[in-house]
C-alpha cells in the first residue's frame, strides 16, 4: 500500500528488504521482490506530484561542464520516467568484450548476464518482447556506420502503470515523501544496521532490514554514500575512493550541418558507429542524427520576439551575416544531432560541500569534464560522418572547426542520462560495486541504476538498467533462500 509519511507513520519494525528510491529501477525490484513473498519497503523522498519542497533538495554546484543536475531530474514518485521520452536500445555485446582506451576496466560480466532479462525488460516498458530492434533506415556504405536500432516505449510512466500494483501486492510497504538521510553502518557486523528516514518537518526513524538497495539516480546514490559518517568511519567510502567518480553523460555535440543532394528525399536519418569503427579510431560508440530544420523554435521570455527576427532573417537571406551576433538554423537547413559515449575518467566527480540541505544532507558539487578520449571520439565521429556522406553521394557536410580542432572549446550538452558514479567492478581499486551490486565492504548494501554502469555506450539507459534491475532481484532471492509462510 502507498502511504504518505508526512501524516501515517507506519513502519513495520522489519523488512527483508529496503528500497531508497522509487523511479524505474526501484519500483521494478520492489515488485519482484515482494511478488516472490518477500517484506518490502520502497521509500521514496518525493509525493505524488511534482513539489517545490521536493525537487529543490536536487540542488547541487556545478564545476568543469554543466550538466543541469537539477532540471534534469524529478524528485517523486515514477523518478524521471516521468519525462521520459520512450527511446529504448540495449547494450551490445562488444560493450562487454572490449574495454575502455583509458586506464579503467570495463564491465566484469560477460553480456550473457544482460541478454537473459532483455524479453521482461521490454514486456516492463510495454515493448512487445518478440518485436525486435529495428533499422529505422538504410545505412551508410561501409564500415563505419549501420543503420540505429531502437524501439520507443509508450513512454511507459511507473507511477502510473504500476499504482494498483504498488498498492495491493501483499508485503510491500511504500512511503512517499519519506526521505532517506543517513546510511548506518556496523563495522562490527560490515552491514547497514538501519537507514534514517525522514519527512519534511524532520521527524526521523529508523528503518532495519536485511538488505538495503539505493535505487535513487547516479548523483543521489553516490550522494547517499559519500554523507554517510559510519560509512566514512569503516573506510568504505573516502576522498580517494571511486564513491562519486567517474559521473558520465552521453554528448550532445553540436557537430555541423548538411545539404542533401537532390532526390535524398527529407526524412530524419539516423546512425550507428559499427565494431569496425570503434576498434581502428579507439573511440567510443555514438548515434548521429541527420535531420531537417521544420521551423525556427525560441525559447524563453522574449520567445516570439526572437521568432519573429530569426524568420525574417532566414526569409532574406541573411543568416550567415548575422552569425557573430547569434547562430540559429534556418527551416530546410540540415543540422547533425548526437548522442555519443563518453568514457569513464575519475576526473569527472561528485564531491561533497560544508552546505547543507533543508533535511540536513550535505550538497554535493558535480564536477563534470571531457577527457582526451572524448575529444578523439567526437572528432572521429564527425570528420567519418562527413567523409561518409561525400563518398555516398548522399550530400555534404560542413563541420564546426571545434569538432576536428581539439584545441577549440567544444560545444556539448548533456542528455540527462547519468551514469557511473557507483561503478561496477571486480574490486574497489576500479568500482563501488562488485558484479552483483553490492557495495564493496558491506554485507548487506546494494546499487541499482544507471551509477553502476562501468562503460556508458551509446544506448539510452532506461533499458540496460532494468535489466541489471532484474537480474539484482534474482540474485537477491536466491541469496535470501526459500520464502517461509507470508507476513501478516
Known amino acids: 500500500m502507498i502511504k504518505d509519511y508526512q501524516s501515517q507513520k507506519e513502519l513495520r519494525d522489519h523488512y527483508d ?19 516472490n513473498g518477500r517484506r518490502v519497503v520502497l521509500v521514496e523522498g518525493g509525493g505524488h506530484e ?3 519542497a521536493s525537487q529543490n533538495l536536487y540542488k547541487v554546484s556545478s564545476s568543469g561542464l554543466e550538466v ?14 516521468n519525462h521520459w521520452a520512450g527511446r529504448c536500445r540495449p547494450f551490445e555485446p562488444s560493450d562487454f568484450t572490449v574495454g575502455p ?14 541478454e537473459r532479462n532483455l524479453p521482461a525488460a521490454m514486456d516492463i516498458v510495454d515493448l512487445p518482447p518478440l518485436s525486435g530492434f529495428k533499422a529505422i533506415n538504410a545505412t551508410l556504405d561501409g564500415v563505419e556506420f549501420e543503420a540505429d536500432r531502437f524501439l520507443l516505449s509508450p513512454p511507459t510512466r511507473f507511477a502510473q502503470k504500476y499504482a494498483k500494483e504498488l498498492n495491493e501486492t501483499e508485503g510491500l510497504d511504500v512511503f512517499i515523501n519519506c ?74 555535440v553540436d557537430l555541423g550541418t548538411f545539404i542533401l543532394k537532390d532526390g535524398q528525399g527529407t526524412d530524419a536519418r539516423q546512425y550507428f558507429t559499427t565494431d569496425a569503427f570503434v576498434m581502428e579510431h579507439r573511440s567510443g560508440k555514438g548515434n ?26 532566414c526569409e532574406v537571406g541573411a543568416a550567415h551575416k548575422i552569425e557573430f551576433i547569434a547562430k540559429f538554423n534556418c527551416p530546410g537547413d540540415g543540422v547533425l544531432g548526437t548522442l555519443i559515449e563518453q568514457f569513464p575518467n575519475p576526473n569527472s566527480r561528485l564531491s561533497l560541500l560544508d552546505e547543507r540541505d533543508a533535511l540536513g544532507m550535505r550538497k554535493v558539487n558535480v564536477h563534470w569534464e571531457l577527457s582526451p578520449e572524448d575529444r578523439n571520439t567526437i572528432k572521429s565521429i564527425g570528420l567519418e560522418v562527413a567523409k561518409c556522406f561525400a563518398d555516398t553521394g548522399l550530400g555534404f557536410v ?26 561496477m567492478s571486480t574490486s574497489p581499486e576500479f568500482g563501488v560495486v562488485d558484479e552483483n551490486c553490492k557495495v564493496f565492504g558491506v554485507e548487506n548494501l546494494y546499487v541499482a541504476g544507471s551509477s553502476v554502469f ?18 539484482l532481484a534474482d540474485y537477491l532471492n536466491h541469496q535470501m533462500g526459500p520464502v517461509v509462510g507470508r507476513y501478516s
Not at 101 to 114: K, Q
Not at 241 to 252: Q, S, T, V
Not at 455 to 460: F, L, P, R, Y
Open 288 to 313: 548521429v542524427t541527420a535531420s531537417l530544420v521544420a521551423e525556427v523554435k525560441s525559447y524563453g521570455r522574449m520567445a516570439a520576439i526572437k521568432s519573429f527576427f530569426e524568420n525574417l532573417v
Open 179 to 252: 526521505n532517506c538521510v543517513d546510511l548506518e553502518f556496523d563495522s562490527k557486523t560490515g552491514s547497514i544496521a538501519t537507514v534514517v528516514v525522514s519527512d519534511y518537518e524532520l521527524h526521523r526513524e529508523r528503518v532495519t532490514a536485511k538488505q538495503f538497495i539505493l535505487a535513487t539516480g547516479a548523483i543521489e546514490n553516490a550522494r547517499q554514500l559519500l554523507n554517510s559518517e559510519s560509512l566514512a568511519a569503516g573506510g568504505i567510502v573516502s576522498k580517494d575512493g571511486y564513491a562519486g567518480r567517474c559521473f558520465m553523460e552521453h554528448l550532445n
Open 50 to 52: 511534482y513539489s517545490p
Open 454 to 471: 562501468a562503460t556508458g555506450g551509446a544506448c539510452n539507459p532506461t533499458m540496460p538498467l532494468l535489466q541489471l534491475a532484474l537480474r
Open 17 to 35: 528488504v529496503c528500497i531508497i528510491g522509487g523511479g524505474p529501477a526501484g519500483i521494478t525490484l520492489a515488485l519482484r521482490l515482494a511478488g
Open 68 to 81: 543541469y543536475a537539477e532540471e534534469t531530474r524529478l524528485r517523486f514518485l515514477g523518478g524521471t520516467s
Open 101 to 114: 582506451p583509458v586506464r579503467l576496466p570495463g564491465w566484469p560480466i560477460a553480456y550473457s548476464e544482460m
Open 398 to 423: 560542413k563541420l564546426e572547426e571545434c569538432v576536428y580542432d581539439v584545441d577549440l572549446r567544444l560545444k556539448v550538452n548533456p542528455h540527462a542520462h547519468h551514469m557511473g558514479t557507483t561503478r
